[in-house]
């Protein structure tokens, strides 16, 4: 299940982090997220992004798979 916005995801390098957006992968490093939390094996990756010193914003970032239509 992909998390949704407000939701609380357990991450490898961050240890809870908040979902602030859900992003393609495009659209997710023009917003400036792409910090890694070093979750693999999912569907999706969370991605953070420097909001000021020692804050963060994470992002839900789906993954473009073969074949999707978009």
Same mark, same amino acid.
């Given at each position: 299940?992909?998390?949704?916005? +407000?939701?609380?995801? %357990?991450? #490898? /390098? =961050? ?5 602030? @957006?859900?992003? &393609? *992968?495009?659209? @997710?490093? %023009?917003? +400036?997220?792409v910090e890694s939390?070093?979750? &693999? *094996?999912? #569907? &999706?990756?969370?991605?953070? /992004?420097?909001? +000021?010193e020692n804050r963060?914003?994470? @992002?839900?970032?789906? %993954?473009? *798979? /073969?074949?999707? #239509? =978009?």
């Open positions: 299940m992909i998390p949704c916005i +407000g939701q609380k995801v %357990k991450t #490898p /390098r =961050f240890p809870t982090v908040t979902i602030v @957006a859900v992003l &393609y *992968e495009d659209d @997710a490093a %023009k917003l +400036g997220f939390t070093h979750l &693999y *094996e999912q #569907p &999706y990756n969370i991605l953070g /992004r420097h909001i +000021g963060m914003d994470f @992002a839900v970032v789906l %993954k473009k *798979e /073969r074949g999707m #239509p =978009f």
